[in-house]
């Protein structure tokens, strides 16, 4: 049976397209409608298939689970989660956790109580059995930053571990030779991933050591903390990959403390690329290509919710390195 996507992809236009055409919500160019409806004509998509898609649209609400508001990484996939909702005549719900697992909790509850569609989440501390409230009441949810093995929750991740390579590799180009790695939360595969890109490239070599890896927590402060101590542990360090931008800026913070200067003493990358311009020197990052990762979200729980089959359960995203200051100055 012919599905939303099949009709997107025959037409020509994106599957936000043809569910505004469906939803007679929203622009649609007349080559479009168009072309929309021969293809519906074509593969007999039937008005009773569009019915029970539309079915599962019940409050035209989802909720948006995210840890901390304050990192700029989330209202950037926040803005593009939005954007994409908004094609679809959906409402975002945002609920910020602060990375609470029992407030994480009240939201799911409540996010059960008003009954939303579909749920995407991002979170530090998020289990399997979290989850057993919604896929009991049949909520689709859309992962993200986690996989979890034994689970069929839908996630979407990056190359986490590919860029954990390029840090490091990038580096020990530029000819640092003892390098310290800030790792975030080992409760999340993204980060336990990130660090062993970093191992993979370090473990074999003559300066490495396992106290070059400092423990933290995705916050500047954290940052800040651990490089205070890696400093203290290895004052000879001369290289730094923090697994995200904000601790990499809390390690800056620490670095110009101490007295050494980025890139000529101790070179810095992060991971993340959220665009923190205001940062002096500008920082090297490994970058997430983060207004994709919040649309395909939306797009993948739309279609969910849409229950459409044959959905990838493991969807991953390159990584880029961007160059900046902090490393080639
Ligand atoms: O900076 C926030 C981090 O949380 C990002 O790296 C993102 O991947 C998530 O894990």
């Known amino acids: 049976m012919a599905t939303i996507k099949d009709v997107s992809k025959l037409a020509g236009v994106s599957v936000a397209t043809v569910s505004r055409y469906l939803n007679k919500n929203g622009y649609v160019s007349k080559e479009a409608e168009l072309a929309i409806a021969e293809v519906i004509e074509k593969l007999n998509y039937r008005p009773n ?22 990192n700029p990484f989330f209202p950037e996939l926040a803005r593009a989660i939005e954007d994409a909702a908004n094609t679809y005549g959906y409402t975002v719900m945002l609920c910020n956790t602060d990375n ?52 069929s929750v839908v996630s979407l991740t990056v ?13 020990l180009e530029l000819g640092c030779r003892k390098i310290a790695h800030i790792c975030g939360p080992l409760s999340i595969t993204s980060s336990r991933d990130r660090t062993a890109g970093f191992e993979a490239v370090s473990a074999g070599t003559d300066w490495f050591t396992p106290s070059l ?10 940052g800040y903390r651990t490089m205070k101590k890696l400093l203290a542990d290895h004052p000879d360090l001369d290289g730094v990959f923090a697994s995200n931008d904000l ?23 992060g991971f993340d690329g959220i665009g923190l311009e205001m940062l002096s020197p500008e920082l090297s990052t490994i970058a997430q290509p983060i207004y994709e990762l919040g649309k395909t979200a939306m797009d993948v729980l739309v279609a969910l919710i849409g229950k459409e089959t044959g959905i990838e359960t493991d969807q991953v995203f390159p990584v880029t390195l961007t160059a900046k200051q902090s490393t080639v100055g």
């Open 49 to 70: 298939t569009i019915a029970r898609s539309l079915a599962g649209k019940k409050t035209a609400t989802v909720g948006l689970m995210v840890p901390d508001i304050l």
């Open 100 to 151: 609470d697992p029992a407030k994480e909790q009240r939201y799911i509850e409540t996010l059960l109580h008003k009954q939303v569609d579909g749920i995407i989440i991002s979170s530090y501390t998020i289990q399997p059995g979290h989850l057993s409230g919604l896929q009991k009441a049949g909520i689709p949810v859309v992962l993200l930053d986690n996989v979890f093995s034994s689970d």
């Open 159 to 171: 190359e986490n571990k590919r860029g954990g390579e390029l840090a490091a590799e990038h580096l």
């Open 213 to 222: 890896i400092g423990y933290s927590d995705f916050t500047v402060s954290g």
């Open 247 to 269: 601790m990499a800026a809390g390690a800056l913070k620490a670095l110009s403390e101490a007295g050494r200067c980025v890139p000529e003493d101790v070179k810095v990358i």
